[in-house]
């Protein structure tokens, strides 16, 4: 028997307001627990939508978008903020930092606006500051920059500051939009492997999103969004 | 509440241009809360200048004029009442006191008032209060001379001392009567009132300074043939409009009685429109300090558009980034409340000896009043009304935004 799926997309078709063609129309898409998937494509595919509306933040005119067996897309907008909060942790590209905080602020941010995340870490009998220094020497950032403001710390080390906040009381998913390309090749690889490791150590489910195909080769899953999108493969034909 | 600490470390990030909106802000506030002070402390100033007289006497002028003159000390009486009106006035069986004043004289700066001891028995300011004495006593003598506490207190001058009184209101007079000089007998305790700037002789010690020199004068030359106004006690309060009217159809000569009650009233309502227009500036002041708020605010979310993007990552809510933004304009105008109220003591020590030496208005500092409180508190909500706006367009922004920002 296969577990439900983490994420379950089905029929969905997404059209940006006052445009004629659609933007996304995916038949079908799944994330199994666990399950570190590689989704490429050519920046101004659509990735950035397809993940906006796997946070609820879009609604797509059609078809269903289940995250841990709840449709994010029939929730009214506070229960899809909700559910967002509590189960998905994002990294973007660059910039994911709030300037006025510090260091350790910034991945305690990652259980502000979600209880279960708090809670989720009190039932382990962790406070959010131990987890959040705990999760940041996991990702190599040094003990004496975790009061620092973050603007003095490298990009490589706000991204690895970003994915400690990401993974903050272990959300189910782990998405990550083009994380790693602002950084240089060695830190790149150096940074996805942390991250892979930390992700298999939490148990947490992680969508991985590039244009860079040659990094494909270090995930399980490897899915293109011009195939998976049929709107793409109209446009082309 | 995690929302407001945000919005407090992140204008905290940014400030120099939150201080600056905030001082910018209290500047505003600060003129509508010491506009309140000067308006309701010049108003009390004014009601206690005089109290106790039923009636001020002059010659037919106008009734603000009269009491602008005898009694603020403030500009000259164009007639005087001569002495045979003023005696009939005293022996009036309706009059229980009288205070003749002769004003006309000054010396170095400050007026001369000629009057009798009368003055120091009957006159009553603020709450029915009698003058008091710091030290010495009445006038004793024809160049005896009591000052007001300012006087004493400018000049230097303490009992004993010798002064001389000159004629006219200058400082530097032609006609110094440097032959007469008096023995300041009494020092008044302050009162607030123009009776501190006040140099009080003899109605004798007029005429005497009016006259050439000479070792003595006899009684027939110190008699006083006119006075430029008196104050009048009645014998009961019912009598007062009836000596009034006596007073004003009085047949030797053409005379003004008033209520100073009324006449004060009438001065206030002038100054009323004053206080008005001070008001509504100060309104205009506080209006364009919100409107620079929100400016500044809304000028700063094209930056913070990437902040807002990651806290709706992060799970919160489009309303939270709103409250995010009103709770900001909140923070910014709590903090300009409290340096405006800095602003205003710190202006109300700074003024009061300048207002006290210069026009003899004791400021006295108090704690904030009810509609000042509430001047605050309407503001506060203002500027939260205010904070609105900024709000509305980051709660869009971030609706479409979501978490990507198009830059």
């Known amino acids: ?237 | 509440m995690r929302l407001i600490k945000l919005a407090f470390l992140s204008l905290w990030n940014r400030k120099l241009s939150a201080f600056l909106t905030m001082l910018s802000i209290a500047l505003s506030v600060t003129l509508l809360l010491g506009v309140e002070t000067i308006r309701v402390q010049t108003k009390q100033s004014f009601t206690n200048t005089i109290s106790g007289t039923d009636l001020i006497v002059g010659a037919r002028s106008g009734s603000t004029q009269l009491l602008l003159y005898s009694v603020f000390h403030m500009g000259n009486a164009n007639n005087n009442i001569s002495w045979n009106s003023y005696e009939a006035l005293r022996d009036n069986s309706k009059t229980k006191w009288s205070i003749p004043i002769s004003l006309g004289d000054s010396h170095r700066g400050f007026r001369v008032v000629g009057t009798d001891n009368n003055f120091f028995e009957f006159f009553r300011y603020g709450n029915k209060q009698a003058l008091e004495f710091a030290q010495g006593g009445p006038l004793s003598q024809l160049y005896s001379v009591t000052i007001g506490a300012q006087v004493a207190r400018e000049l230097g001058y303490s009992i004993g001392d010798q002064v001389v009184v000159a004629h006219g209101l200058g400082d530097v007079s032609f006609s110094r009567h440097q032959q007469h000089p008096f023995t300041i007998d009494g020092i008044l305790k302050p009162t607030a009132t123009p009776v501190d700037r006040s140099v009080i002789v003899s109605l004798a010690a007029i005429e005497a300074i009016h006259l050439p020199y000479q070792e003595t004068y006899s009684p027939e030359q110190l008699k006083s043939s006119n006075i430029t106004a008196a104050l009048v006690g009645t014998q009961s309060r019912m009598q007062v409009f009836e000596l009034q009217r006596e007073l004003n159809q009085y047949s030797q000569e053409p005379l003004l009685a008033i209520l100073p009650g009324i006449a004060l009233h009438e001065l206030w309502t002038m100054m009323d429109s004053v206080e008005q227009a001070l008001f509504a500036i100060s309104i205009c002041v506080v209006f364009t300090g919100l409107l620079s708020m929100i400016t500044v605010i809304l000028a700063g979310l094209r930056e913070r558009r990437r902040e807002m993007a990651i806290l709706r990552s992060l799970g919160a809510r489009a309303h939270s980034i709103f409250l995010l933004l009103v709770s900001e304009s909140l923070i910014l105008a709590i903090g300009s409340t409290l340096i405006a109220v800095g602003f205003l003591y710190l202006g109300l020590f700074a003024l009061q000896p300048i207002l006290l030496s210069k026009l003899g208005f004791y400021l006295s500092i108090e704690a904030l009043s009810l509609v000042q409180w509430k001047m605050l508190a309407l503001f506060i909500a203002a500027s939260m009304a205010a904070g609105i706006l900024p709000a509305l367009h980051a709660y869009r922004l971030s609706l479409s935004d979501g978490m990507m920002i198009k830059t």
């Open chain 1, 1 to 237: 028997m296969t577990p439900t799926p983490i994420l379950d997309i089905s029929g969905l078709q997404f059209a940006w307001p006052r445009q004629a063609n659609l933007c996304l129309d995916i038949d079908s898409f799944q994330l199994n627990p666990s399950q570190h998937t590689f989704l490429q494509g050519p920046s101004g595919c659509g990735k950035s939508t397809l993940l906006s509306l796997i946070a609820g933040v879009l609604r797509p005119q059609l078809g269903e978008i289940k995250l841990l067996g709840q449709s994010i897309n029939q929730l009214r907008p506070a229960q899809a903020d909700r559910l967002r909060a509590n189960h998905i942790g994002f990294i973007f590209q660059q910039f994911n930092l709030l300037p006025y905080l510090s260091v350790l602020d910034n991945v305690g941010l990652g259980c502000a606006f979600s209880k279960t995340r708090s809670q989720r870490l009190k039932q382990r009998g962790l406070s959010i500051e131990n987890e959040s220094m705990r999760l940041l020497e996991q990702l190599d950032i040094d003990r004496s920059m975790f009061g620092n403001p973050v603007n003095q710390l490298s990009i490589g080390q706000q991204q690895r500051v970003a994915a400690a906040r990401a993974m903050i009381a272990s959300p189910e998913l782990i998405i990550a939009d083009e994380p790693s390309s602002a950084l240089d090749t060695q830190h790149r690889d150096h940074f996805i492997e942390l991250l892979m490791h930390e992700a298999s150590l939490n148990g947490s489910t992680l969508l991985f999103v590039s244009h860079d195909p040659s990094l494909a080769h270090n995930f399980e899953q490897q899915i293109a969004l011009p195939t998976l999108n049929r709107s793409a493969s109209h446009a082309i034909d």
